[in-house]
């Protein structure tokens, strides 16, 4: 049986639909342009990682292993992780309308 969409994500499906709902859930938080830009810039990269999967059937587990692989493989700095935490945090609960709950994701 197919999850339900739920929040902003469940009025469309596509990839392009997909981004313009992350775009427009950040405009009306009245989030900043450079803001947009970076979150959706890590949105891509997340669904990248995990081979283009559809990101309702992402989860906590999954935002882990992108986080783990972001500190141990790829060095990035603590900072450019929480941004990405953040981000990925933000897509999950108010585009998705799925909490994440605890992650233990390997830090940097």
Known sequence: MARRRTGMWARCGSTSCFTITLRNALR????????E??????????????????????????VEQFLTHLAAEREF????????LNALAFLHHTVLGVELGPLMPVRG
Do not use: C, I, M, P
């Open 28 to 35: 009306v938080g009245q989030y900043a342009l450079e803001t």
């Open 37 to 62: 830009k970076t979150y959706s810039n890590w949105a891509q990269r997340y669904l990248t990682f995990h081979r283009g999967r559809r990101a309702e059937d992402l989860g906590g587990r999954e």
């Open 77 to 84: 700095s603590a900072k450019s992780q929480k941004q990405a």
